[in-house]
T-cell receptor, first 113, second 115 residues
Framework: DSGVTQTPKHLITATGQRVTLRCSPR?????VYWYQQSLDQGLQFLIQ???????AKGNILERFSAQQFPDLHSELNLSSLELGDSALYFC????????????FGSGTQLSVL | AQSVAQPEDQVNVAEGNPLTVKCTYS??????LFWYVQYPNRGLQFLLK??????LVKGSYGFEAEFNKSQTSFHLKKPSALVSDSALYFC?????????????FGKGTKLSVIP
């Protein structure tokens, strides 16, 4: 068990809808990362937060947004969903330094129908 | 910018034989290199990392990796493969440059260990 909790584990929704994915980091970790995993794109970095502030941004679409709350949990909001957004979304946490190892949650499988 | 290449989508090896999963990287500063493993329906798990010092890094489950600065490589190795090693392996890189905190992953290599 990595100590990172992601909910829900599975999400099925329709095109055009909006969903929220939730992540609770490992105790003591200040940094949260979001990744998208799909068969064709591999593991794509979306965004990183450190102690409530955005620290790094990757290939995150404008339809997607995230935030980290004072209790350090994070939410990833996906809106105007398209079929191509179907993927496994991972949250990870760490101490926040470049040399820190990441602890991954078990992911949220999103299916857009 | 930083990038990672894993040139093999799949590696097949017989149980008991040595295995190598290849990784090359590109960064503009001193690299921090990682290997992670993903078992089916699971999140990624940390195997090992190179920060500085000895070029041979030992990690979990008998895996090791060799950092080669001149070849910008960080290949994952194990002397004797087990069927239970079958999984998806990811190489990742970050670096010590100012403002860089992004960990970039390769596309992954599927390792199949054949009994």
């Amino acid at each position: 068990d990595s100590g990172v909790t992601q909910t829900p584990k599975h999400l099925i929704t329709a095109t055009g809808q909006r969903v929220t994915l939730r992540c609770s980091p490992r105790s003591g970790d200040l940094s949260v990362y979001w990744y998208q995993q799909s068969l064709d794109q591999g593991l794509q970095f979306l965004i990183q937060y450190y102690n409530g502030e955005e620290r790094a941004k990757g290939n995150i679409l404008e339809r997607f947004s995230a935030q980290q709350f004072p209790d350090l949990h994070s939410e990833l909001n996906l809106s105007s969903l398209e079929l191509g957004d179907s993927a496994l979304y991972f949250c990870a946490s760490s101490g926040g330094r470049p040399e820190s190892k990441l602890f991954f949650g078990s992911g949220t499988q999103l299916s857009v129908l | 910018a930083q990038s990672v290449a894993q040139p093999e989508d799949q590696v097949n090896v017989a149980e008991g034989n040595p295995l190598t999963v290849k990784c090359t990287y590109s960064v503009s500063g001193n690299p921090y290199l990682f290997w992670y493993v993903q078992y089916p329906n699971r999140g990624l798990q940390f195997l090992l990392k190179y920060i500085t010092g000895d070029n041979l890094v030992k990690g979990s489950y008998g895996f090791e990796a060799e950092f080669n600065k001149s070849q910008t490589s960080f290949h994952l190795k194990k002397p004797s493969a087990l069927v239970s090693d079958s999984a998806l392996y990811f190489c990742a890189v970050s670096y010590s440059g100012a403002g860089s905190y992004q960990l970039t992953f390769g596309k992954g290599t599927k390792l199949s260990v054949i009994p």
